[in-house]
């Protein structure tokens, strides 16, 4: 399969990137990594007139840690970066354990961060977790610049609140609150393949290990990621027991996502698989939140 003809552009400064998209608008696609849009270019699910490549844009390649303890990722890091990365492991370690559970190296080798918060799979596991650890996006054009919360950021299936003339630039997430446990879960059919169905949790317990906070969201759960808000607040005030992660997996598997079902998972083997996928989350939350307290 072959794309229908386009233009292409190769900007070799975000200045000169942010005029060609506010030239083009909706017409041209932001190049990143390549491995989503390609394929769908290839197929003609999609058709843009123009490809604005991001490569050369050193802007957008770092990662650092800011004086409050958030660490800021430029859009174009790619997934293997923070895969390795110390930074990442000790500030974000939700995002770092995710990471391998992406496709396959050869895709992560090349997949960058942005490029897939932006395609807003929701089978993709970085919007969860960008969702979970409430990320902010700065996005950009040639006239202002705004800073959108992930859970506001994500619209629907592959809809985000990026405007045609808008290029993301980097993802801030914020330091992780002391005495929080995570976990990430998800069941494919085989390594690297979409997962049926997944979830990432935080959880912060108070000194007697009650918990004080919590977010649980799903990945192929809806049409973006699916917070169980309440699921969270079935939590609120209790300290870890079966009984209790029970209850939250109950709630949200029952109530709170709408799975599409497919081929490969029936919409009632996916609520299975998010309540049992929970229990097993939550108790490893719970755990990591329970040890910080020495």
């Not at 174009?76 to 559970?101: A, C, G, K, N, Y």
């Not at 005495?179 to 049926?196: C, L």
Request: charged share 25%.
């Amino acid at each position: 399969m072959k794309p229908p003809p386009f233009d292409y552009h190769k900007p070799k400064t975000l200045e000169e990137a942010l005029s060609i998209k506010a030239k083009l608008g909706e017409e041209a696609k932001v190049l990143a990594g390549g491995q989503s849009l390609i394929p769908t270019m290839n197929y003609r699910l999609v058709q843009p007139s123009a490809l604005i490549d991001l490569n050369e844009l050193s802007e957008l390649d770092h990662i650092s840690i800011e004086p409050d303890g958030s660490l800021r990722v430029g859009a174009m890091i790619r997934q293997r970066r923070l895969e390795i990365d110390s930074d990442v492991e000790e500030i974000v370690p939700l995002l770092h354990e995710t990471i391998p559970f992406i496709a396959h190296p050869q895709i992560r080798n090349r997949g960058t961060i942005g490029g897939s918060l932006v395609h807003a799979d929701p089978a993709s596991e970085l919007p969860v977790i960008a969702v979970a650890t409430k990320a902010q996006f700065r996005v950009k054009n040639l006239q202002r610049e705004r800073c959108i919360p992930a859970k506001v950021f994500f619209q629907g299936m592959f809809m985000t609140d990026l405007q045609p003339e808008e290029i993301l630039v980097e993802i801030v997430f914020p330091p992780m609150p002391s005495r929080t446990g995570w976990s990430f879960m998800e069941v494919t059919r085989r390594a690297g393949d979409y997962a049926m169905m997944g979830i990432g949790i935080l959880l912060s317990v108070d000194s007697d290990g009650r918990c004080e906070d919590a977010r649980l969201v799903y990945l192929n759960a809806g049409d973006g990621p699916v917070e169980a808000r309440g699921a969270e607040e079935l939590l609120q005030g209790e300290m870890w027991s079966d009984a209790v992660c029970e209850k939250s997996a109950l709630k949200a598997s029952s109530d709170e996502i709408e799975p599409f079902g497919s081929v490969h998972a029936t919409m009632e083997y996916q609520r299975h698989l998010a309540y049992v996928l929970t229990k097993r989350a939550l108790k490893q939350a719970f755990q990591r939140a329970l040890a910080s307290l020495g």
